[in-house]
């Protein structure tokens, strides 16, 4: 009988199936499972609420958590808490697919890669001017407004704009995303955080202002300073666009281009100063989709096709935000929201004020792994955060720091964040490349934020 010829060491271990992190469906689906197992091992339990006459918004009655019955949801409940969770993002979604569907037109007309081209040929030499620049535009988004899901408009345009400077795709969502959530959450004016907060802690609107703007800045140089680094590091020498002649912008494409520029501005117009929201802003889009097809010579047929392959590619980005907020939808309906909050806040009330001043910002990046709102956080944990901090002598306005530090540098890596998930997608980016690149710059500005409150707490800020 033949002997069977012995298998080397190397041969065995190149046949071991390699360990991949879980691609962000798989992760959303395990968060999901995870919800589940919580309404079953976490006692139900709820605050009372009451209507809050200085925001308009219902908000939680401190010292009136209580346990309720139970209401663990099942498996199949569970699934279909997605369906729902679809339908209650169903305009952000909505935004998603009018976004790839737009810019999917424009992209086909060539008119968004003949000024891409263009104005990379003109940055010639100072092609590293451009990343810091069009990080400073988001972060002050994300300052402003709180820039977040508006950004899965911009995906196409960034990466076709990084990928011609020869930087990676992950450069694309560090410059925009990762740029506009530091903003946010050392912003001191972002109306739907700081500004909610702040009325909910009883402190006047646009206060502390200075003190916010002395973290925010060295915050963004981290960010921005690291995100450069990891940029030259990663790059590719592009493709010399001189050996296809100097650039030129066709007349069509100048049309097209001079469209998005007027649609843009009406965006930016319609969100500042008409309050408009998703459903605004999708009308916008397909506008621009179908207004580019025209100009662009591609007529009713190549625009209606354009528009239906845009649909297709953001598809999964799309659904991605459903399925976050699934998860949300299986915590609110296992009633366990509210223990969740209870218990991670009443750790606090036992520490010295300093600490106490910390150990909000950890409980408030907890916080909002269940709560990916913020503003729906902030009429969440204030009411119950302000009386404590009366109570331990802590300033509201170290409060409401705490909130906006916890809560928004987890925008960066929770992946119950549909916006990020969906920039992620529809950029290329695996979850895990995300993590790797963003943990170490997320703990150093976690350590920033420990020294803003901690600092604040100390000298009673006000």
């Known amino acids: 009988m033949a002997q069977a010829e012995p298998v080397s060491t190397s041969d065995s271990i190149q046949r071991l199936p390699t360990r991949r992190f879980p ?197 963004l140089a981290v960010w921005i300073g690291v995100t450069l680094w990891h940029a030259r590091r990663e790059r590719v020498e592009p493709a010399l666009l001189a050996t296809m002649g100097p650039p030129r912008i066709a007349p069509r494409s100048a049309a097209a281009l001079v469209l998005i520029v007027i649609i843009y501005s009406v965006y930016v117009f319609g969100v500042l100063k008409l309050g408009w929201e998703f459903d605004q802003m999708s009308a916008l889009f397909l506008i621009l989709g179908i207004g580019a097809g025209l100009l662009g010579g591609l007529g009713l047929t190549g625009t209606a096709a354009a528009l239906a392959d845009g649909f297709r590619s953001m598809a999964y980005a799309g659904m991605l935000i459903g399925f976050a907020r699934g998860i949300f939808v299986v915590l609110n309906d296992g009633r366990v929201i509210d223990t969740l909050v209870h218990g991670l806040l009443l750790p606090v009330e036992r520490l010295p004020n300093v600490l106490a001043a910390a150990g909000m910002v950890i409980a408030q990046a907890l916080i909002h792994v269940p709560v990916p709102s913020t503003s729906g956080q902030a009429v969440l944990t204030m009411p119950v955060l302000v009386p404590l901090s009366d109570l331990l002598g802590i300033s509201r306005q170290v409060t409401v720091l705490a909130y906006q530090l916890g809560g928004g540098l987890c925008e960066l890596i929770t992946p119950t964040n549909g916006a990020l998930m969906a920039v992620l997608a529809a950029s290329g980016v695996s979850y895990d490349k995300w993590i790797k690149f963003c943990a170490p710059i997320y703990l150093a500005l976690m350590f920033l934020a420990f020294l803003a409150v901690g600092l604040g707490a100390a000298i009673g800020l006000r």
Not at 26 to 51: H, K, N, W
Not at 127 to 143: K, N, S, T, W, Y
Not at 169 to 186: E, L, Q
Not at 187 to 203: D, E, R, T, W, Y
Request: one cysteine or more.
């Open 23 to 219: 691609d962000a469906l798989t992760l959303l689906l395990s968060c999901l499972a995870l919800a589940t197992i919580l309404t079953y091992v976490l006692p139900a339990g709820e605050y009372d609420r009451r209507q809050d006459p200085a925001t308009g918004r219902t908000v939680v009655v401190p010292g009136t958590y209580h346990v309720v019955a139970s209401q663990p949801v099942d498996p199949f409940a569970a699934l279909s808490a997605i369906p729902r969770g679809i339908s209650q993002a169903a305009s952000v979604i909505a935004l998603v697919f009018l976004v790839g569907a737009g810019l999917t037109v424009v992209d086909r007309t060539g008119a968004l890669r003949e000024g891409i081209d263009w104005l990379v040929a003109h940055l010639h030499g100072r092609e590293a001017l451009a990343l810091p620049m069009v990080a400073i535009v988001f972060a002050a988004g994300g300052v402003v407004e709180g820039m977040s899901e508006e950004i899965i408009a911009l995906v196409p345009a960034l990466l076709l704009l990084t990928t011609r400077l020869g930087y990676p795709p992950i450069t694309a969502v560090a410059i925009s995303t990762g740029a506009a959530f530091v903003g946010g959450a050392y912003s001191p004016m972002n109306p739907f955080q700081v500004g909610i907060a702040q009325k909910l802690a009883g402190v006047p609107l646009i206060s502390g202002w200075g003190y916010r703007l002395a973290f925010l800045i060295p915050a």
